[in-house]
């Protein structure tokens, strides 16, 4: 955020925007970005040229590198309007996180501990020289037997020390801020890592579970294929059976229509014997015959 009211780019301002660079890297500046606040503070034009400034000075470079420049009017619209830019970004890694994780760095080595470390050194080179030319005036001072300024002097000697030693009580804060920071980050991606492993080991676990399932069906499939294949068989041997069985039923009945074909004309050859006997006045009569004939059929 970044309030359109402001009409010069302070120091700190420049420094934490080089921080902040630092912190992404630039390969994620393509997901930046700026958002500008403020605009019912100035006048329309005004706030216009403002905003060329910055777009073409300070805020270019990353531009330049994908990031964009947006307005907040103060209405719901362009906070949505924002909100739909943030939703639609892919997630990048920070410089930092690839530096203190991937790299396993000390938190000084980054490019953000390095520039932290280069403004606060700048800043201590200051006040270590302001200190020298003080001491160096509190010794004019005294030579004169100037007592108001040497006093005055001393004061500001021990203001600019106290700076100092804040300065580096500051360094040994962020230094240890720093440190608990990664060693929570180191904590939570240990535990992020265990629980991956976890969710694998469980994965594995429900693959060889799937697995054996899948097995098992294509088993009961080839079994059901196969009864299904005896049943077919069975069916089509009873199927033959019963063809073969009606076959010899017809090839029987066949056998027995000729017997008794071949008897019946028996039969009626031993008639016609009968009747030529009977009429010469020899041989039995036919009722013997016929009678002869029944009891062999049965």
């Given amino acids: 955020m970044h309030r359109i009211s402001d009409f010069r780019m302070g120091g700190t301002n420049k420094r934490n925007f080089k921080m902040f660079r630092e912190l992404c890297g630039e390969s994620t500046l393509r997901n930046v970005l700026i958002v500008t606040n403020m605009w019912s503070e100035v006048a329309s034009d005004l706030g216009e040229m403002r905003e060329k400034e910055l777009e073409n000075n300070f805020f270019k470079g990353i531009l330049d590198k994908g990031a964009r420049m947006l307005r907040h009017e103060g209405t719901r619209e362009s906070t949505h309007r924002t909100l739909r830019y943030l939703i639609h970004n892919q997630p990048a890694t920070l410089l930092i996180q ?17 520039e932290l470390t280069r403004v606060l050194n700048e800043q201590r080179e200051r006040h270590e020289e302001i200190v020298a030319q003080l001491r160096k005036d509190m010794e004019a001072a005294i030579r004169d037997k100037d007592h108001e300024t040497r006093e005055e002097l001393k004061d500001e000697i021990r203001t600019k020390h106290e700076q100092i030693l804040k300065l580096q009580g500051e360094n040994e804060r962020l230094e240890a801020e720093f440190k608990a920071a990664k060693e929570r980050l180191d904590a939570r991606i240990s535990a992020m890592e265990e629980k991956h492993h976890e969710q694998g080991q469980t994965v594995d676990a429900l693959k060889e579970q799937l697995e054996m399932e899948r097995k098992d069906r294509e088993k009961l499939v080839i079994e059901q294929e196969q009864k299904e294949q005896r049943l077919r068989r069975l069916e089509e041997d009873n199927a033959i059976a019963q063809e073969l069985e009606r076959l010899n ?8 229509a000729a017997v008794r074909a071949e008897l019946q004309e028996e039969l009626r050859k031993e008639e016609q014997q009968s009747i030529k006997e009977s ?14 004939v029944m009891s062999w059929w049965s």
């Fill in 98 to 114: 690839k530096e203190l994780v991937n790299e396993h760095k000390n938190i000084t080595q980054t490019s953000a501990g390095s």
């Fill in 249 to 256: 039923s017809v090839r029987e009945l066949n056998r027995l």
């Fill in 279 to 292: 009429q010469v006045g020899g041989g039995r009569p036919i009722e013997d015959v016929i009678t002869w």
